[in-house]
């Protein structure tokens, strides 16, 4: 039996050095949803646990003066639900954020856990991707930024360095006409993971569709960005010759696999389906006439 | 009894047990500690199939902490080739069951255990037991292990004279089947599946068990029958029945997967051993790897009628999975199946099929969920073909009394028809459906039953009533014990305690099962209240010096009767109570019986459903259901019978299954992948009680909850038919199996 | 192993334990303090059994580790009736018979206390939702949602 250390520090840098000293030995501990599940599975067992929810900054939300958001990595689905801007800006990263796990898990966590646990399943990620969300990273050498669809390297693996930890997500400004939504296709109404899940944020300019980004989660060993998904709704009227390209764009880029929760020949038609019904709602909140 | 004037039977009160429960200090399984206890754990094979070549558990045994080892030498060895019955269960698969001898024959099939000081170290020691296996060729479907050179899991199993999977046949026939068909106008033949599904119960097995060194044991564990236990135990630990107490803890759901035990000789042993009292507790995946669930299934059904609709032949082949050890409840597929119906000719058959999987439990109505899906399938077919409404096809049909059912029996007063009258009446029946919507119906059966129950009744002496029966009570039976004993005494219920007595407190009962207790219960309760209540006379007849049959008992007091009609004040409960010691000492009445005279129940549900074609999804907008009771001792537990079992029928039909992985091992031992239904997942689950009392009953009670799980994999099924147009054989109707049929992969 | 000295309120009561780094909330309320209202129905965070309140925040208490009650405050279902008064929800659950085997009534109830703090007039739709997290296998949760409704409106009711 190794022994476990706890440690809950007040401060990122105190964190960070515990963190890098323990060598891969160590495991953050946000909201717990996922790491108290691996830990009682066997699956880990880290010999330090750093529980980062006592730091100021990662527990959070901050609107920045140029109208974006600051989210803290461990801010729980509930408060982030509960914040009286947040989810009339980016109610489609809302959605996301709180459509993981029960009333429970919500008041645990967090879209930073979500993404470090990088199931390619997590709900949060494709709408956090689809909204262009940029995280900020803080390890022994510094703090760095880096796109969200670049933080997942594999089921369970992240591109974070060693001794790296995610301190929370950049969400940009909204244009005008700009709207994002999130559905995930699961076999019950509550409590399953995605089998597949679709983000789309969108802008429109006078009915026509100015920018678009689509991202697809369970399909592939990472959440996806599909670019050309985007590609074929910008310019267009969302008619639904674009809307049924982005969905074969969509369908194209799934690389999904046969397992318990769906098969390959599933997983691909559901995620053109769900990309236009995404779209269908994404484009009512940019305000699509 | 005049149902009219009942003042308790059919109320709604509140539980004797209620408060202990929303307080959170009823006290399950799990939930008790002793002095100086010690944990047990188990180490399960993770081969599905190997034989045990030898089992070093030295260097556990010399690790600090631990107290105890054992593996399957240490309980009594049945031989595997010679039948011992203990109830439907047989010895010898039960002690393989609990650890496996000469193999392991599923993945999770306990192989030896220890109890050390802490759960840790417990879990550190079972990694130290050195197992030498020789794997063998492993089989898990049903179809699959019929298959002639499939791997055989028990040599000496022989069917048709060859070594078999095929472990038991039961065969029901009544007429002449193939001239029945022969007359036929319109035939329907179709072949399902089933996976198996586990019952589910939030509660996982645990126990604590001390043995002391003259080897008095208790048990604390939560089970569906205490006596079960000890019997179970007694025979796989050689102990004397009269040595074990076995204490009912609360149980958190059984639904049947608690009629056979697991953890309590292991613990019992591993206590003996170390002199320690040991504590056991499976975690859920382990609840799911190695207990329960009910069968999986293949079934054919085949269904002749005449055009207008009588049907005069019906045949049924009905292959359960076993598990890894034989006792698949074949009984209830093939002898439910056609048991709602007054159909001349009848050839069902069941048969019993070993796999490497778990071994099957109980669940709810056993095996006739599967036998009613595949017969109810086929009737909506029929009524398509035969263009009548599916109600009418089942109202024309429907058994009543004085038919003769294939099972056997000859039927009395039942109530089946009054379920599809008053579906047919139901508003429900003819609401509107918008697209993609649909609605289904299906009936069932379940035997019912008696046997043994003990009840005491005893007056304390301040004219109160405690009444101890030996039933677990899984879901309000203790209600309706005390609706009745207030009901006989005239008195406020509320006056009335009652217990579950442990193994030493009360007399032999069987297990809570079957749809057994509230039936068998009031039997005793009403024969044991009644010699009480003569008592009560004796004792006012005493005082009073007249003669004991010059008194009645009327609203909860004693009345001079006859020529002493008004010549004394009555005496109520209490006053006699008072006096007890001075007019012939303690009132109390204890009865024992052996029950008899349990009816079947049937149950016709109607059910509405909505499709999403594109995902596949399929959601369960509106359910009714209508079953003969009998009679509603209390009204709430019995519609809480009827809106469980159809929780439980929804999710096998939609989202419920055992998935196997490449290994052989359970892919989905969560309650996150094993999909049972969640709140958001199920409307309002409504019912209609119809009572038409059982006439050999002193209430009328028929039995309640095994019936509501039959009816609705078939209702779901045809709901899901009428509002695409498709058909579907294989269960569960989960969105990929729907969308293949929707939207076929080279369409 | 060393273990941690925690200080903590629970259920109103300032309470301090020892416990292991790694041992969860839920270990311990059942364990050293003897707080067995709250099951282990899994251990994962699927079946809600465990649930408690966390600083006011509905949480699983196997998915807490005990180290993190430090300074919290933790409500459980033992803290639910005040006295001999049970809280409104409790006995509706025992008049409309909510409950049937009662291994998962703590969990639910505590879940459906703190939606009514958050949401006193909650749709079905909403509470249904709510209390997804809470696995019942006895009631097909009709007469849990019927009660936790009734329970809303009479406390609706009691506030006018």
């Known amino acids: 039996m190794t022994d476990i250390r706890y440690l809950a520090p007040r401060t990122l840098d105190e964190a960070v050095g515990a963190f890098a000293a323990a060598r891969g030995a160590a495991r953050i501990l946000a909201g717990g949803t996922d790491l108290l599940v691996q830990m009682r599975a066997g699956a880990v067992r880290p010999g330090l646990i750093v529980d980062i929810k006592r730091i100021a900054e990662m527990t959070s939300i901050e609107e920045t003066a140029d109208g974006g958001f600051r989210i803290g990595a461990a801010v729980s689905g509930a408060v982030l639900g509960e914040h009286p801007r947040f989810g009339q800006v980016w109610p489609g990263v809302l959605e996301a954020v709180n459509l993981i796990g029960s009333t429970q898990v919500q008041g645990r966590a967090s879209p930073g856990g979500n993404l470090c646990n990088a199931s390619p399943a997590g709900d949060s990620v494709p709408a956090m991707i689809a909204a262009d969300a940029v995280v900020t990273v803080q390890g022994p050498d510094g703090r760095r930024q880096m796109p969200v669809a670049a933080v997942p390297a594999g089921p369970g693996r992240t591109n974070l360095a060693p001794g790296e930890i995610l301190v929370s997500f ?15 296709m699961i076999p019950r109404t509550e409590m399953d993971i995605a089998v597949v899940g679709c983000g789309v944020n969108l802008t429109l300019r006078d009915g026509t569709c100015t920018a678009a980004r689509v991202g697809l989660g369970a399909v592939a060993p990472t959440v996806l960005l599909v670019g050309e998904a985007g590609k074929a709704l910008v310019g267009s009227r969302l008619d639904a010759a674009a809307i049924e390209a982005a969905a074969a764009a969509c369908r194209a880029a799934c690389r999904p696999i046969d397992d318990k929760r769906g098969t390959i020949a599933y997983r691909t038609r559901i995620a053109g389906v769900l990309l236009k019904r995404t779209v269908g709602i994404a484009a009512d909140r940019a305000g699509r006439a | 009894m005049n149902v009219q004037a009942n003042k308790w039977i059919g109320q709604r009160t509140i539980r004797p047990d209620g408060a202990d429960k929303v307080t959170g200090r009823a006290a399950y399984a799990a939930d008790t500690t002793m002095p100086g206890m010690i944990w047990g754990k188990i180490l399960r094979s993770p081969h599905p199939h190997a034989c045990i070549r030898s089992i070093d558990t030295s260097k556990a045994e010399a690790l600090p902490g631990v107290k105890a080892v054992m593996t399957a030498r240490d309980l009594v060895d049945f031989p595997i080739d010679k039948s011992v019955m203990l109830g439907i269960q047989d010895m010898r698969w039960m002690c393989r069951n609990v650890m496996a001898r000469e193999k392991a024959l599923f993945a999770g099939h306990p192989v030896a255990a220890v109890a050390a000081t802490s759960e840790a170290i417990a879990s550190e020691a079972l990694k130290l037991i050195e197992v030498e296996y020789e794997v063998l060729p492993w089989v898990i479907d049903v179809e699959e292990a019929m298959k002639p050179d499939a791997p055989i899991l028990h040599d000496h199993i022989q069917f048709e004279g ?11 026939k009544l007429g002449d089947v193939e001239a029945g068909f022969a007359a036929a106008e319109v035939v329907v033949e179709r072949s399902f599946r089933t996976k198996p599904v586990h019952q589910g119960y939030i509660e996982p097995h645990a126990c604590l068990v001390s043995v002391l060194p003259d080897g008095k044991t208790t048990i604390w564990s939560s089970s569906q029958g205490q006596f079960m236990v000890r019997a179970m135990c007694a025979h796989l630990t050689g102990l004397p029945q009269n040595d074990i107490r076995a204490i009912q803890a609360e149980i958190g759901g059984g639904f049947g997967g608690k009629t056979i035990i697991y953890l309590e000789p292991v613990a019992l042993v591993l206590a003996r051993k170390s002199g320690r009292p040991v504590k056991m507790a499976m975690t859920r995946e382990e609840v799911f790897r190695a207990s329960g669930p009910t069968s999986g299934s293949y079934s054919t059904v085949r269904i002749g009628a005449t055009r207008d609709g009588r049907i005069l032949a019906a045949k049924g082949t009905f292959y359960l999975q076993a598990g890894a050890l034989p006792g698949s409840p074949i009984r209830g597929a093939a002898g439910c199946a056609f048991a709602p119906y007054d159909i001349p000719n009848v050839h069902s058959l069941g048969f019993d099929v070993v796999s490497n999987r778990s071994k099957v439990a109980a669940y709810r109505a056993p095996g006739a969920p599967i036998g009613a899906y595949a017969v109810e399938c086929v009737l909506d077919e029929l009524a ?14 429907a058994a009543r009394q004085g038919t003769k059912a294939a099972h056997g029996p000859t039927y009395p007063r039942i109530g089946f028809e009054e379920t599809i009258q008053a579906a047919l009446e139901h508003p429900h029946y003819r609401a509107p ?41 899984i879901g309000g039976s203790r209600a ?4 009745i004993t207030a009901e006989l005494l005239g008195i406020d219920y509320r006056k009335v305690s009652v217990l579950i007595g442990d193994t030493s407190t009360i007399g032999f009962s069987n297990l809570t099962g079957g749809s057994r207790v509230t039936y068998a219960s009031a039997m005793v309760v009403t024969q044991s209240t009644e010699k009480v209540i003569r008592t009560l006379c004796e004792r006012a007849a005493k005082i009073w010096k007249i003669d004991p049959d010059a008194v009645v008992w009327e609203d909860g007091e004693a009345r001079p009767a006859g020529d002493n009609a008004g010549q004394f004040p009555p005496l109520t409960l209490a006053q006699i109570a008072a006096r007890a010691s001075e007019t012939g000492g303690p009132i109390g ?69 055992y998935i196997y992985d490449k290994q052989g091992r359970v892919d989905n031992p969560s309650f996150l992948d094993y999909r049972m239904p969640v709140c958001s997942d199920l409307p309002m689950l409504d019912t209609v009680i119809i009572e038409v009392p059982n006439p050999k009953h002193p209430q009328g009670v028929r039995g309640v909850g095994e019936v509501p799980l039959v009816p609705p994999l078939a209702a779901v099924a045809n709901a899901i038919h009428d509002a695409l147009g498709h058909r579907f054989y294989s269960l569960p109707m989960s969105p990929p199996k729907v969308l293949a049929v929707l939207e076929p992969a080279d369409a | 192993m060393a273990k941690l000295h925690v200080s903590t309120t629970i259920n109103g009561e300032p309470t301090e334990f020892l416990c292991e780094p790694s041992q969860s909330m839920l270990d311990v309320l059942r364990g050293p303090l003897g707080l067995t209202g709250s099951k282990e129905g899994c251990g994962s965070g699927d079946c809600g059994a465990c649930t408690i309140t966390l600083d006011g925040r509905l949480v ?92 809303a409106a009479e406390m609706r009711e009691a506030a006018r």
């Open chain 2, 433 to 473: 459906l918008g697209p993609n919507q649909g609605r289904g119906v299906a009936s069932g059966f379940w035997f019912n039953a008696g046997g043994e129950s003990s009840a005491q009744v005893n007056i304390t002496e301040d004219g109160n009533v405690v009444v101890t029966t030996g039933h677990p009570d």
């Open chain 2, 384 to 397: 398509e073909a035969l263009k009548m409404d599916p109600l009418q096809l089942r109202l024309k049909n």
């Open chain 2, 480 to 483: 309706s014990t005390a609706n």
């Open chain 1, 170 to 184: 950049t969400l940009p400004p909204r244009p005008r006409g700009a709207g994002d939504a999130y559905l995930r």
């Open chain 2, 589 to 657: 009445a204890g009865v024992q019986l052996n029950t008899t005279g349990a009816e079947g129940g049937f149950a016709t549900h109607i059910c509405d459903v909505e499709v999403d074609p594109e995902l596949g999804t399929v959601r369960v907008l509106r359910y009714t259901s209508f079953q003969d009771v009998g009679r509603a001792i209390h009204p709430s537990y019995v519609e809480g019978q009827m809106q469980g079992g159809v929780a439980q029928g929804i999710g096998w039909a939609l989202s419920e299954e």
């Open chain 3, 60 to 151: 699983c208490s196997c998915l807490v580790l005990a180290a993190e009650a430090q300074d919290r405050e933790i409500r459980t279902i033992e803290g639910m009736a005040e006295g001999d008064r049970l809280h409104p929800l409790q006995q509706k659950f025992l008049e409309m018979a909510a409950l049937q085997c009662g291994i998962c009534t703590p969990g639910v109830l505590m879940a459906a206390r703190t939606l009514l703090e958050q949401n006193p007039d909650p749709t079905e739709t909403e509470a249904r939702f709510w209390l997804a997290g809470n696995l019942c296998r006895c009631t097909g949760y009709d007469k849990i949602i019927r009660a936790v409704l009734d329970t």
């Open chain 2, 162 to 172: 060859k070594p078999s999977n095929i472990a038991g046949k039961l065969e029901h």
